[in-house]
């Protein structure tokens, strides 16, 4: 993840909160992945809630202000 927040700021202005917003949500969802046990994750859906994905979209907009 720290090679794909690098490489964020060689991207264009109008592109970098998109994939910030991405690498985050993926980040989070992957995390969640790793906490559930194996036999969960082969009957139940793992999901980042809604408010969560509000939050991380609020937190990305602030983090990268107006760029």
């Known amino acids: ?9 060689k991207l264009p202005g ?4 998109a994939v910030s917003l991405s ?4 980040g989070r969802l ?4 790793r906490k559930t046990p194996a036999a969960t994750l082969a009957r139940k859906r793992i999901r980042i809630s809604d408010a ?7 937190r990305v907009a602030v983090k990268r202000g107006s760029a």
């Open 1 to 9: 993840i720290a090679g794909a927040q690098r490489a964020i700021a």
């Open 52 to 58: 969560q994905k509000l939050a991380l979209l609020a």
């Open 23 to 26: 690498l985050e949500y993926f």
């Open 14 to 17: 109008s592109s970098q909160k």
């Open 30 to 33: 992957l995390e969640k992945i």
